[in-house]
């Protein structure tokens, strides 16, 4: 049973420029969450999507938006970016019922805007 | 709001020596508490949850962790320690209705020596 796959593992671009992460949740899950990690530091909640629609967001400027997919896939798109958005882009599924079976982790794409 | 507060950022100990990492939270309303792990460039594995019941939590690899309301204290714990448990710890929080965002700790980096 596969988990949360996350697309492209790295990345690397350019001040101002966009880019696109993507999220396949775990098997069953309807919610996908991402968080930006930071180097040494905890992870930071971004934003929730549950049935298409951002559900919850966190404390993060509109250049950064999301959408989900039918097949409950998700995308974080970040645009105009600053140095400052280089960080481990974390994304995490889980069922929107609550917690019970936890939330599910990909492993990340790590960012690096230079 | 809810924070959460991770009051040891590194902590070095022996191999097969007992260890504690602690954890204290604040919020306002009823909550669940994680527990995760973080290998080195990689996305978070869940060791444990509190969502109800025993305040004694069993989890993964051997950990364990006490649920503690009246100290709004989650503090995780091994007996004896391996060198596979070098990695990155994280404590979370999160409203307990539903599939609310985590509020995660700063981490605390667990050395083991040999």
């Known amino acids: 049973d596969a988990g949360v796959t996350q697309s492209p593992t790295h990345l690397i671009k350019t001040r101002g420029q966009q880019v696109t992460l993507r999220c396949s949740p775990k098997s069953g899950h309807d919610t996908v969450s991402w968080y930006q990690q930071a180097l040494g530091q905890g992870p930071q909640f971004i934003f929730q999507y549950y049935e298409e629609e951002e559900r919850q967001r966190g404390n993060f400027p509109d250049r950064f938006s999301g959408h989900q997919f039918p097949n409950y896939s998700s995308e974080l798109n970040v645009n105009a970016l600053l140095l400052g958005d280089s960080a481990l882009y974390l994304c995490a599924s889980s069922l929107y019922t609550g917690p019970t079976y936890g939330y599910t982790f990909g492993s990340g794409t790590r960012l690096t805007v230079v | ?114």
Request: glycine content about 6%; proline content about 4%.
């Open chain 2, 1 to 114: 709001a809810q924070s959460v507060t991770q009051l040891d950022s590194q902590v070095p100990v022996f191999e097969e020596a007992p260890v504690e990492l602690r954890c204290n939270y604040s919020s306002s309303v009823s909550v669940y508490l994680f527990w995760y792990v973080q290998y080195p460039n990689q996305g978070l594995q869940l060791l444990l949850k509190y969502l109800s019941g025993s305040t004694l939590v069993k989890g993964i690899n051997g950990f364990e962790a006490e649920f503690n309301k009246s100290q709004t204290s989650f503090h995780l714990r091994k007996p004896s320690v391996h060198i596979s448990d070098t990695a990155e710890y994280f404590c979370a929080v999160s409203e307990s209705q539903g599939a609310q965002k985590l509020v995660f700790g700063q981490g605390t980096r667990l050395t083991i020596n040999p």
